[in-house]
C-alpha cells in the first residue's frame, strides 16, 4: 500500500510547524461561519481565501478545506437549538433536530450528529485515500473531449441547485455562464465583454464574485432583517450520547449516508443540501413508521448530518484528480489551487505528494478537532449564535474589503465585490439561487475551453465525442439525465398545477 | 455570569479575527526605513512590478533577481505583483510611475505582442519605455510521448508538409511565442494545428495523455518532464542547440528551418528615466546577472540567463518588433 507511505508523510507534513495551528484556525472559522446562519462554507471560504496569499499553499489549503469541512459540523448547532439553519446542508436537520431539542434531548440531536459527521468524514478520507491515486493514474486519459462530457453532465445536474422555481434557477445558471465569458476568447485571443476595461480583459475575478454573491449579500440580508432582533432562548445541551436502542437504527442511517454523500460528492455540478435530501428522504422511507420523522427521530439527524460531511471529503476527489469543483465551495478552494500556483489534475498526486497527503492528513485531524468541538465544547459554540449582528457584521465586512483587495491589489475588484453583493441581495430577494452563478461561472469556463480544444483536435467534427469511449458514455448519461428530467417534469405538471406561481 | 461569557467571546472572537489578519499579512516584508543622508541614486526603496501572479516561474525569477539587486543596491527592492491583461496592467502602473528609478518592472516579450495587436488598442510601445537589461531567454522546444510513432524532427515535418493540418500541436495559449512559431511555420507551408491549453503544466498533461501529437514548452520544462520519463524531446527551435537539451537538434540543423522561438524577460523602467539611475541600474544589473550564483539558482529552475544591456537588449525587441509584424501581418 503506497499510500500509507505517502499518508504517514501527510501527517508528518500536517502536523509541523504552523500547519497544525492552521488546521484549527481553519476548523474553527468553519465552525463559526457554519454557526453563524447566513454565512455558509462557500462565503467563509471565500472570505479567507485572498488572506492566504503569503502562506505556503499546503498551509493556506488546509486552513481553507477546514473551513470548508469545518462548517458542515457547525451548521448543524443552530438548526437543532433555535430551528435556523447555520448553513443550507443543515436544512434537513431542522426538520427533526429542532423537535428533539423542544423535547429536551438537543444534546442527542447534536451528538449523534458529531459523531455521524465525524463517521461520515473519516470515511469519505478513507475513500479519497483507496480511490484518489486510482482515478489520478487513469486521469491523463481524460483529455478535452472528456472534461468537456463531464461538465455537461455536471450541467445537466444542475437542476438540484435551483431550488423552488426552475425558471429563477436557469436564469441564475445563465447568468453565471454569461459571466464565463467576459475576459479572453481562449481559442482567438479577443477580449469579449470588458467595455475597453482592461481590468476585465482576464475575466471577472473569482474571488470578487464569490465574495459578493454569498458573502455580502447575506451580510446586507442579516442586516436587514435581525440586525435589531433579541437572541433566541438556548435550550440546554446534555445528554449527548443517543439511548441504548438507538445505537442501531442510529449506525445504521450513519453508513447509508456516509454511501450517498460519497457517491454524490463524486458527481460534478451538485452541492452539499442534495445528499442530505437524498439521505432523508431515504431514511423515511425504510423506516418501519415514517410518522415518526419530522417529530424527532434520531435517524433523520443522523443520516443527512453525515451525508454532507461525507460528501465534502468525496467532493475532493475529482478537485484532486481531475481539477473538477463539484459544488460551490469546492469552486471556492480550487480558486485557492490556482492562487497558490498549483494546478489540480493528473499530475497534482505524482508531483506535489507532500502537499496532497498533508492536506488529506490534516483532514484526519481536523475531523478529530470537530469531534472534540462538537461533543464536550458544543455549549460554548451555541454562545455564539447570542453575539449581537452589530458587532459582528461589520467585522466581516471589513475582513471581506481588505480580502478582496489583497487579491490584485486593486480596487477595482473591491468595487466589483460590491457590485456583485448588491446584485445578490436583490437576487436573494427575488429568490434567484446564487449557487448556479457560481457553479456555471466555473464549469462554464472548462465548458467553453474544453469544447475549442476537442473542436481542434477533431478538426471541427462534432462526432468526434462520441467517437471516445469515455466522453460518449458521459454525454449519453448527460442526455439520459436531461430526457428523463424532462419526462418526470412535464408528469409532475399535471400534479402540482401551478406551483410556479 | 451571562454577560462576563459574552464579553469572553467578543474578545476570543476579535482576536481570532486580529489573528487572520495578521496571518495574511505575514508575508509581506516591511519596508525598511533608512535616512536618506546623501542625495545619490538610490537612497530609499526600490519597487519591482511584477505583472504576473505570484508563485510562477515569472515571479519566482523577477524575485532571485530582486534578492540580489538589493545587495548590490544597499537598499530594499520590494516586489509587488501588480496583475490583469496578460500583464499590461502592471507594465502601465510601472510607466505611469515617476521616472526617478525607484518603479521598475519585469518586462516580457509579451508586452510587444499585445500592442501589436490592433484588436487592443494599446497606448504605449517599446518607446514609451526605458529598457536597463535583459534577464532570461526561455527557448521554445517541442516533445512527444516517449511511444509516439515521430522518431525524430526531420521525418516529423516531412509528414507535416505531405498532410497539412493533421498534426496537433498543444500551446500554453493563444498569441504565445508556441502560438506564433506554428503561424510562422504555416506561412511556410507546414500547417499544424494549435490547441490553445490555459498553461503550461495543462499543455504537459493534454500532450501527456495522447490528446495532441506534440507539445511545446521553454526548454527547461522539457528537460524536467524528459528527467520524468514522460515526454521525448524532439527539437529546439533556435539556431543554437539549449543547454538544457544539448542531445536534441535544432530546427535549423535537421529541417533546415529558420523559425525560432523563445521568451525573453528583462527590466524596465518608465520613458526617459533619470540617466544617473540608469547608469547605476545598468551595472547592477549586468554585476548581478554575471554571477554564478544566480545563473546556478535560475538553471536548477530550468531558466538560461542571457544578459543583454540597455542598448542590446532595445535594438533586440525592436527587431522582435519587425519579425512579429511580419508574421502576424499586424
Request: hydrophobic share 45%.
Amino acid at each position: 500500500m503506497e499510500s500509507f507511505g505517502y499518508l504517514l508523510h501527510g501527517f508528518e507534513t500536517a502536523c509541523s510547524g504552523w500547519n497544525l495551528l492552521y488546521s484549527l484556525i481553519g476548523v474553527s472559522f468553519g465552525m463559526f461561519v457554519g454557526v453563524l446562519p447566513g454565512l455558509g462554507p462557500t462565503a467563509g471560504t471565500a472570505l479567507l481565501l485572498p488572506l492566504t496569499f503569503g502562506m505556503q499553499p499546503v498551509s493556506a489549503v488546509i486552513m481553507l478545506s477546514g473551513i470548508y469541512y469545518g462548517a458542515m459540523y457547525g451548521g448543524t448547532i443552530t438548526s437543532v437549538l433555535i430551528n435556523v439553519p447555520g448553513e443550507s446542508a443543515s436544512l434537513i436537520t431542522c426538520l427533526d433536530g429542532y423537535p428533539m431539542a423542544r423535547q429536551g434531548r438537543a444534546g442527542t440531536a447534536l451528538g449523534v450528529a458529531a459523531i455521524g459527521s465525524f463517521i461520515g468524514g473519516m470515511i469519505a478520507l478513507a475513500i479519497l485515500i483507496l480511490v484518489g491515486p486510482l482515478v489520478a493514474s487513469q486521469a491523463l486519459k481524460f483529455g478535452p473531449p472528456e472534461y468537456f462530457a463531464l461538465v455537461v453532465v455536471g450541467l445537466s445536474l444542475l437542476i438540484g441547485l435551483m431550488g423552488k422555481s426552475l425558471v429563477r434557477g436557469l436564469i441564475a445558471a445563465l447568468f453565471g455562464l454569461t459571466l464565463a465569458f467576459v475576459g479572453m476568447d481562449p481559442l482567438t485571443g479577443s477580449i469579449r465583454f470588458a467595455f475597453g476595461q482592461e481590468t476585465l480583459e482576464d475575466g471577472i475575478e473569482f474571488v470578487s464574485l464569490a465574495m459578493g454573491l454569498f458573502g455580502l449579500s447575506e451580510i446586507f440580508m442579516t442586516a436587514e432583517e435581525n440586525l435589531n432582533t433579541q437572541a433566541a432562548e438556548i435550550p440546554k445541551i446534555q445528554n449527548m450520547m443517543p439511548r441504548r436502542e438507538e445505537w442501531g437504527p442510529s449506525l445504521k442511517a450513519i453508513l447509508r449516508g456516509s454511501g450517498i454523500g460519497v457517491l454524490l460528492g463524486l458527481v460534478p455540478g451538485t452541492n452539499s443540501v442534495i445528499p442530505t435530501i437524498l439521505s432523508y428522504s431515504i431514511e423515511k422511507k425504510i423506516a418501519d413508521d415514517p410518522s415518526r420523522f419530522g417529530k424527532g427521530a434520531i435517524e433523520g439527524v443522523a443520516g443527512p448530518e453525515t451525508a454532507n460531511n461525507a460528501y465534502a471529503g468525496a467532493a475532493l476527489i475529482p478537485l484532486f484528480t481531475l481539477g473538477i469543483p463539484s459544488s460551490p465551495s469546492i469552486a471556492v478552494l480550487l480558486g485557492a489551487f490556482i492562487m497558490h500556483g498549483l494546478t489540480p489534475g493528473p499530475t497534482l498526486m505524482q508531483r506535489n505528494p507532500e502537499f496532497v497527503w498533508g492536506v488529506i492528513a490534516s483532514m484526519f485531524i481536523g475531523n478529530a478537532i470537530l469531534l472534540v468541538m462538537n461533543l464536550p465544547m458544543a455549549n460554548m459554540w451555541a454562545q455564539l449564535t447570542r453575539v449581537p449582528f452589530k458587532i459582528m457584521l461589520p467585522n466581516i465586512m471589513i475582513i471581506m474589503i481588505l480580502g478582496a483587495y489583497s487579491i490584485n491589489n486593486s480596487l477595482f475588484d473591491v468595487g466589483m465585490m460590491l457590485v456583485f453583493g448588491i446584485l445578490g441581495y436583490f437576487m436573494k430577494k427575488a429568490q434567484f439561487p446564487l449557487g448556479p452563478v457560481l457553479l456555471t461561472f466555473v464549469l462554464g469556463k472548462i465548458l467553453e475551453s474544453s469544447l475549442m480544444k476537442s473542436l481542434t483536435i477533431f478538426n471541427g467534427n462534432f462526432l468526434g465525442f462520441f467517437q471516445r469511449p469515455i466522453s460518449a458514455t458521459l454525454l449519453i448519461i448527460a442526455i439520459t439525465i436531461i430526457a428523463v428530467s424532462i419526462y418526470f417534469g412535464s408528469k409532475d405538471k399535471g400534479i402540482e398545477g401551478d406551483s410556479e406561481i | 455570569m451571562e454577560t462576563t461569557a459574552k464579553k469572553m467571546l467578543c474578545m476570543l472572537l476579535g482576536s481570532f479575527l486580529l489573528g487572520i489578519v495578521l496571518t495574511g499579512c505575514g508575508g509581506q516584508a516591511p519596508a525598511a526605513k533608512k535616512p536618506a543622508a546623501e542625495s545619490n541614486y538610490p537612497n530609499k526603496p526600490i519597487t519591482l512590478i511584477v505583472p504576473y501572479s505570484a508563485g510562477g516561474s515569472s515571479d519566482v525569477g523577477a524575485r532571485l533577481a530582486a534578492k540580489r539587486l538589493e545587495k548590490e543596491l544597499g537598499q530594499p527592492v520590494v516586489v509587488e505583483n501588480v496583475t490583469g491583461a496578460a500583464g499590461w496592467i502592471g507594465w502601465t502602473k510601472m510607466a505611469k510611475s515617476k521616472p526617478d528609478g525607484y518603479t521598475l518592472s519585469l518586462l516580457n516579450m509579451t508586452f510587444i505582442t499585445s500592442y501589436l495587436n490592433p484588436e487592443n488598442k494599446r497606448d504605449m510601445n517599446l518607446d514609451s519605455l526605458t529598457l536597463l537589461a535583459n534577464h532570461v531567454w526561455d527557448v521554445t522546444a517541442w516533445a512527444v510521448r516517449p511511444d509516439s510513432p515521430y522518431k525524430n524532427i526531420k521525418e516529423l515535418m516531412e509528414y507535416v508538409k505531405a498532410n497539412p493540418g493533421k498534426v496537433t500541436v498543444a500551446t500554453s495559449g493563444v498569441y504565445t511565442q508556441h502560438h506564433i512559431a506554428l503561424i510562422a511555420l504555416e506561412k511556410l507551408g507546414y500547417k499544424m494545428r494549435a490547441v490553445h491549453t490555459t498553461g503550461v503544466s495543462e499543455a504537459l498533461t493534454t500532450a501527456m495523455g495522447g490528446h495532441v501529437d506534440i507539445v511545446s514548452m521553454g526548454a527547461g520544462d522539457i528537460r524536467n518532464a524528459a528527467k520524468e520519463g514522460t515526454m521525448r524531446p524532439l527539437v529546439v527551435l533556435d539556431k543554437q542547440r539549449s543547454k538544457f537539451l544539448p542531445d536534441v537538434p535544432t530546427l535549423f540543423e535537421s529541417a533546415g528551418l529558420d523559425v525560432n522561438a523563445f521568451a525573453l524577460r528583462g527590466f524596465a523602467s518608465p520613458g526617459n528615466t533619470d540617466p544617473a539611475a540608469v547608469k547605476r541600474l545598468e551595472a547592477a544589473f549586468k554585476k548581478i546577472l554575471a554571477d554564478p550564483e544566480h545563473i546556478a539558482e535560475m538553471e536548477k529552475m530550468g531558466l538560461e540567463i542571457h544578459y543583454m544591456d540597455s542598448k542590446d537588449y532595445k535594438a533586440f525587441m525592436k527587431d522582435v518588433e519587425t519579425n512579429l509584424k511580419k508574421t502576424m501581418g499586424w
